[in-house]
Every structure is written in structure tokens, then in C-alpha cells.
T-cell receptor, first 117, second 113 residues
Framework: DADVTQTPRNRITKTGKRIMLECSQT?????MYWYRQDPGLGLRLIYY???????NKGEISDGYSVSRQAQAKFSLSLESAIPNQTALYFC????????????????FGPGTRLTVL | AQSVTQLGSHVSVSEGALVLLRCNYS??????LFWYVQYPNQGLQLLLK??????LVKGINGFEAEFKKSETSFHLTKPSAHMSDAAEYFC???????????FGKGTMLLVSP
């Protein structure tokens, strides 16, 4: 079944450590996104990519970097983790060709819960 | 710029009662609007979307929403709540280039027996 998967699902790390969160998809979508979710703040966009050569900053990109290794893979890195990066992280994909260029329906992975001590 | 306001971080209803979750948006272009649901320990799942066709949109699990341009609203309703509807609900609007989504802060729906 076509899907969006994220690894790891849970991670506890210490301040200053480098962390990579991975996202893979079998949907064949070109567009991929990284969000973080904090209680009471909803979802905020970190980075997004429309193809392997295209990377765009979102609303809250400071402290994060991304890599689009292939159409199906989009990784999020925290170069030096800090406690206020403790959050739930979601990867999502979309394909505007399905229903027209304005229909940005996004499909979400199950999330990665990251705790930075 | 686009923005979404969801009124009420928590809404409580009794099983069988009407569910009404409010969403107001701001957009500099004709909006595309979405409602997503998040069950505990899961990702977000699309409930329904408005893409400039019919203003009354029907979604999964008996939910529907009505796009009202004059009120810049896209409220989510369900005639009769079920215990399984307890979840967090997010309203979202497409960005100016229709390439990103801006989400509201979410409304937690609590359903009591």
C-alpha cells in the first residue's frame, strides 16, 4: 500500500547532539514537507521540496537542515539539538497533478516524537 | 499572507449532540481550504477539502463544512457526535502560490457519554 513512513518513531537525545529524521514515501509524489507540531501551536512548516533539486525554507527553518536524496526520500537534520526542539515532527507529501495545481492536499506520515534533554 | 484562526482550543460535546468546530481564514487569493483530523498517536488524515467547486463539502465519517466567502469561514459540522470522533481537528488554507498549507492551532474535540 502506498504510504509515507518516518524513522525513528521516537527518539530521545541530549543537547548538542546531531540528529537525523528520515522520511520515505511510496506514493510517487514530487512534493515533500517537514513540519513540527507543538501543543497549542498547531503545525508549522520547517522546509519543503518540490523535487530533488529544489529546497525551500518554511516558517521556522532556523536550527534545521534538509536533504532530498531521491524523489522518495527527504531527511531532516538537527545539527546541534536544543531542548526547545522537543516536538512531534511530521513528514508530508503532495501531488498537485492529481486534482489540479491549486489542490495542495497533503498526505502525512505517522510522526516522530523527538525529546531533547 | 494566509492565516487560519480556529476558535476554541477545546470543544466538549455529549454523544449524539451537534458538533461545530469553527475556522476563519485570511487569504490574498481565492482560498483552497482543508480540514484534517489527528487521532491520538497518529498522523493527520484528510476529512474534507474545498477547492472552489460546491460551497457545501461533504467528507468522511459524516462530517461536512460550508465555505462562506462573505464571512471568511469554513466551519466543520457533524449532526451527531460519536465517541470515536474524539480527536484534534486542524483547519488549513493553501498558501499564495498554492504550494504550501498554513494550519490553524487546532481544536481538541472531547466527546462524553
Amino acid at each position: 500500500d502506498a504510504d509515507v513512513t518516518q524513522t525513528p518513531r521516537n527518539r530521545i537525545t541530549k543537547t548538542g547532539k546531531r540528529i537525523m529524521l528520515e522520511c520515505s514515501q511510496t506514493k510517487g509524489h514530487d512534493r515533500m514537507y517537514w513540519y513540527r507540531q507543538d501543543p497549542g501551536l498547531g503545525l508549522r512548516l520547517i522546509y519543503y521540496s518540490f523535487d530533488v533539486k529544489d529546497i525551500n525554507k518554511g516558517e521556522i527553518s532556523d536550527g534545521y537542515s534538509v536533504s532530498r536524496q531521491a524523489q522518495a526520500k527527504f531527511s531532516l537534520s538537527l545539527e546541534s539539538a536544543i531542548p526547545n526542539q522537543t516536538a512531534l515532527y511530521f513528514c508530508a507529501t503532495s501531488d498537485p497533478g492529481l486534482a489540479g495545481p491549486r489542490d495542495n492536499e497533503q498526505f502525512f506520515g505517522p510522526g516522530t516524537r523527538l525529546t531533547v534533554l | 499572507a494566509q492565516s487560519v484562526t480556529q476558535l476554541g482550543s477545546h470543544v466538549s460535546v455529549s454523544e449524539g449532540a451537534l458538533v461545530l468546530l469553527r475556522c476563519n481564514y485570511s487569504s490574498s487569493v481565492p482560498p483552497y481550504l482543508f480540514w484534517y483530523v489527528q487521532y491520538p498517536n497518529q498522523g493527520l488524515q484528510l476529512l474534507l477539502k474545498y477547492t472552489s467547486a460546491a460551497t457545501l463539502v461533504k467528507g468522511i465519517n459524516g462530517f461536512e463544512a460550508e465555505f462562506k466567502k462573505s464571512e471568511t469561514s469554513f466551519h466543520l459540522t457533524k449532526p451527531s457526535a460519536h465517541m470515536s470522533d474524539a480527536a484534534e481537528y486542524f483547519c488549513a488554507v493553501s498558501g499564495s502560490g498554492y504550494s504550501t498549507l498554513t494550519f490553524g492551532k487546532g481544536t481538541m474535540l472531547l466527546v462524553s457519554p
